[in-house]
């Protein structure tokens, strides 16, 4: 199915979770128009993960924001599960808001400072009508538990937390709804990379367990391919590139893609030294590398 | 642990880890109160003086009215505490009934000004647009009010009453905390956690309430006793002049103004009845502050306050210790280092003083060459960061070198005078940081902040000549039309762009060393190599020690010749950067490697390493490192480790090396 709606990205309707159609975004900066996403395109199928994947400024987060009626989109069409929720009105947006949620990409700014974990988590539950505060602590630990926090955890504030624990509470709190898409807005560009794989663990364990779809907006190829099926690659608002991981990482078609691929560094001193000697233009570097390993003080 | 648990990195109680300083929430307000006895005496003093006034049928000891001639204007005494006035009335008592207008009339107009400025502020800011521009008109018009004309108005419509006249003054009063909410609330309005509420499908009306007023309790509370103070002032002003209090009724204003008519018999009037005055103002605006930073206390966090607080003092002790510790562990380092520019040893770096000292960085030792690249390496918290700002000798407020020696050449950093400090910053040892953005400053051009930087390294410049060099300096950074940039202002550029001249910045003085704090962090791969490929070439021409901090292991093999690893403020391996990524030899070293995602097979389950960093002052006694180690013994968390050499030019600060070398 994803094979199908990559190649040619307009299925009949009705048959993806998220439907994107030529979405235009414009912000109105000091009298100019920014066309901030420019006739993107794209459907995100029940239980799978699109990865959004492009620099900064691109467009990218706005995609995103766009789905979950955060930026104005100036024309094309969104539609959730058949609902078409391109300028849904705040009624609209309720309806639909426990089965589609967000994971920002900062976690110290997403939690309310001023407020315990316990009252951001229960929120999407208010939101939704429910009531009962004995049901809603009972959820609450639960899905503590489930992101891999303690169940003390509930009443502390977020500064108490390292990045990484904010950024498990923040993806507690975007499932305390059992929503069926998560959009994922560069969840991990905040923390260190060893955290980084401690979430995208999580992310995929709570993808098999709980049936979730992700939109997972990221700027690390090599980090997105361990968790998308498939990618979208994005550059000035257009859609450069998709199609599944394997294609779009390994073997892209896309000069801009293969820009993006090779930069990524990789943790073997001996190719990055040959590849920083071709973009230095200069002789190799590497005879600095393995000489006297001076740098070290006797102690 | 279970297998599940395992998969999504279950930390066991590491919440307790980001603990250094007990939590707030747990003691008792009225605890934390106590600890600041300025605003809790003044609190006292508040409440006391509303519970005996409104009590005062019982606190005072004669009725207000009551008049006792043979004790006329007496001054204080056993009988009259306070005195009597003209008529032999008791002042104590008169005081205290009087307070009761007052009081009253100061609540209302608080309560007015401050609901209604607060629930205005909240929807100017965060309704913003046309909402906005009409509030604020709201507030200047209010601003621009003749108070006295509208109240006197009021006076003579109400002559006999204190209250309809506190209507008024409440809503002119209003604007003040209108302003201040509003601005407070745009603010928060940009917070991430306002969009996740509108996401979840939370009302305007309901974000507003659960979202930003919290965020507002400082700022508000610090208004309201500003508004009650000056409603106080006013209230008394019009019963000073004889308005809104029936004539025997006692107030503060019209026994002020009874003292006055009064002062050549008794001066000693004046001072009961002004003083309570006086001291209730100075009280309320003592208790707004305390109160302020309580409430938000809460969630920023005390240690902050309290550090920022004593910072003062613990700088100038800290030059004098350091000194100390500085002598014995001051011997040169090994005379073979042919290149050697900058010698650390044993530095370690802590927080406050005494008993809440907290040590961050815990003896660090390590020497950068000439030409050559040593990279930092470890996860947030590990105290990379403040390793590189002890060099500089810029800690953040409250933070101090507690031992260790920083050589530069002969010079000893640790201790040297602000003048010897000045010159080696910027001229010998540069720096760039993680937001290139937030290091240049937006008001000037590019071109006036690199002429000022470089004026500073050279008196003699002139206004041409470092015009010259700007451009110079802006080339050898490699962008491209130079002069363009030089006119531009930081906001124009892209991160790339800033970050290549605050390069250009951090090397303008041609300093020997370049600190270089995550400087691609926040920029995209692409441009993360470019960097990288600059900082090198620089490297090859100019031979500057290049010191990186990263977590990124991808990174320290494009550009280090050297690893320090650190870890919970140690460090626990140093290595040349080839054989850090082929044998590692400290267990932290291999995880931290093992759980980088580039490294990762697509499809498998990623490595990590189970928790966290421990917190600076919880560290374990043993190695650090050894309960999230996977050949942790009963041994490793007896005894601190010590760092040894296991092979020659190689540190290692585990017992286990032998078992992790034969593993890999």
């Given amino acids: 199915m994803s094979e199908r709606s990559s190649s040619t990205p307009t299925p009949g309707p009705g048959t993806a979770l998220l439907e994107v159609r030529d979405l235009v975004v414009e912000y109105r900066h000091a009298h100019r128009e920014h066309r901030a996403v420019d006739g993107v395109s794209f459907d995100v199928v029940g239980g799978e993960t699109v990865a959004v994947v492009g620099e900064s400024g691109a467009g990218k987060s706005t995609l995103g924001r766009a789905v979950v009626g955060l930026a104005p989109v100036k024309s094309g069409s969104i539609r959730f599960d058949g609902l078409d929720i391109t300028r849904a009105t705040h009624r609209v947006r309720c309806g639909i808001a426990s089965r589609l949620s967000v994971v920002f990409q900062d976690p110290y700014s997403s939690l309310n400072p001023a407020r315990t974990v316990r009252d951001s988590l229960v929120e999407p539950l208010l939101a939704q009508g429910e009531r009962s505060k004995a049901a809603m602590t009972q959820q609450v630990i639960a899905m503590l538990g489930r992101v891999g926090l303690d169940k003390l955890a509930a009443d502390r504030y977020p500064r108490q937390f390292s990045g990484g624990q904010r950024q498990r509470i923040a993806i507690a709190r975007a499932l305390m709804t059992s929503p069926q898409l998560v959009i994922c807005d560069e969840p991990l560009s905040a923390l260190d990379l060893s955290v980084q794989a401690q979430i995208i663990n999580l992310l995929i364990a709570l993808r098999s367990e709980l049936a979730l779809a992700y939109l997972f907006i990221g700027h690390d190829l090599t980090v997105v391919r361990h968790i998308a099926q498939r990618v979208l690659v994005i550059r000035q608002g257009r859609l450069v590139e998709s199609g599944t991981v394997e294609k779009v990482c390994v073997h892209p078609s896309d000069p801009y893609t293969r820009a993006l691929v090779d930069a990524a560094p990789v943790a073997d001193p001996e190719a990055e030294r040959k590849r920083l000697a071709a973009r230095i233009g200069a002789q190799p570097v590497a005879d600095g590398l393995r000489g006297s390993a001076s740098g070290i003080a006797p102690s | ?664």
Avoid at chain 2, 154 to 174: A, H, Q
Avoid at chain 2, 482 to 496: D, I, K, T, Y
């Fill in chain 2, 1 to 664: 642990m279970s297998s599940t648990g395992a998969l999504i990195g279950v930390d066991t109680g590491t919440s307790e880890a980001r603990r250094p300083d007990e939590s707030p929430s747990r003691q008792g307000i009225l605890h934390r109160f106590v600890r600041r006895p300025v605003a809790f005496a003044s609190f006292v003093f508040v409440v006391g003086i509303i519970v005996v006034c409104a009590g005062a049928r019982w606190f005072a000891p004669y009725p207000p009215l009551a008049t006792d001639f043979s004790a006329i204007l007496t001054g204080p005494s056993v009988q009259h505490l306070l005195g009597t006035d003209e008529l032999g009335r008791d002042t104590l008592s008169r005081l205290l009934y009087g307070g009761q207008p007052m009081l009253l009339a100061m609540a209302e107009a608080t309560a007015i000004a401050v609901s209604l400025g607060t629930a205005l502020g909240i929807l100017a800011g965060y309704k913003r647009g046309w909402a906005d521009r009409i509030l604020s008109g709201w507030g200047d018009l209010l601003l621009a009010m003749p108070v006295l004309v509208i109240l006197i108005v009021v006076i003579s419509v109400f002559p006999s009453s204190l209250y309809p006249t506190m209507l008024p003054l409440g809503v002119l009063l209003s604007a003040g905390p209108m302003r201040v909410v509003r601005s407070a609330t745009l603010g928060v309005r940009e917070e991430l956690y306002i969009d996740a509420a509108r996401v979840v499908g939370l009302s305007h009306r309901r974000v507003m309430t659960r979202h930003v007023l919290p965020r507002l309790w400082g700022p508000i509370v610090v208004q309201a006793t500003l508004v009650s103070a000056v409603s106080l002032v006013t209230a008394s002003g019009i019963a000073f002049l004889g308005f809104g209090i029936n004539a025997p009724a006692p107030s503060w204003g019209s026994m002020v103004a009874d003292a006055a008519t009064q002062y050549q018999r008794q001066a000693w009037l004046l001072v009961p009845s002004g003083g309570i005055i006086a001291l209730m103002v100075l009280a309320l605006g003592l208790l707004g502050d305390g109160v302020a930073d309580l409430v938000d206390e809460r969630w920023i966090g005390s240690a902050v306050a309290r550090v920022a607080r004593r910072s003062r003092r613990v700088r100038s002790r800290s030059i004098s210790g350091a000194r100390r510790a500085a002598a014995p562990a001051g011997t040169p380092p090994g005379g073979d280092g042919s290149g050697l520019i900058l010698s650390a040893r044993d530095v370690s770096v802590g927080f406050g003083d005494g008993r809440s000292l907290v040590t961050v960085v815990d003896q660090v030792s390590f020497d950068l060459y000439q030409g050559r690249t040593l990279a930092l390496v470890g996860e947030s918290g590990c105290g990379k960061s403040m390793t590189a700002r002890a060099i500089l000798g810029v800690l953040p407020a409250g933070g101090r070198i507690l031992d260790g020696s920083i050589r530069l050449g002969p010079t000893e950093l640790i201790g040297a005078s602000r003048a010897v400090l000045g010159s080696v910053r910027g001229r010998r040892i540069g720096f760039v940081g993680q937001e290139p953005h937030a290091s240049l400053d937006p008001a000037q051009t590019i071109g006036s902040s690199l002429r000022e930087v470089l004026r500073r390294y050279d008196r003699t410049l002139s206004r041409s000549g470092a015009k010259h060099k700007v451009l110079d300096h802006l080339a050898r950074v490699r962008l491209e039309d130079p002069e363009r940039v030089a006119g531009s202002f930081p906001h124009q550029l892209s991160g790339g762009m800033a970050q290549r001249v605050a390069i250009a910045r951090a090397l303008a003085g041609e300093p020997e060393i370049l600190i270089a704090d995550e400087p691609t962090t926040a920029l995209d791969v692409t441009v993360q190599a470019e960097i990288l490929a600059l900082l090198r070439s620089l490297q090859m021409s100019t031979g500057v020690a290049i010191l990186f901090i990263t977590h990124d292991w991808g990174v320290v093999a494009t550009l280090a010749d050297d690893v320090v690893v650190m870890y919970a403020g140690q460090v626990v391996e140093q290595a040349d950067a080839a054989s850090a990524f082929d044998r590692p030899m400290h267990p932290y070293t291999e995880a931290l490697l093992a759980s980088d995602p580039h490294r990762a097979v697509a499809g498998q389950v990623l490595p990590t390493i189970g928790g966290a960093v421990p917190a600076p002052g919880s560290w374990p006694r043993g190695c650090r490192f050894a309960p999230r180690c996977r050949y942790a013994s009963a041994e490793c968390a007896s005894e601190p480790i010590e760092l040894v050499g296991p092979e020659q030019d190689r540190l290692s600060r585990c017992i286990h090396v032998d078992l992790l070398v034969s593993c890999t």
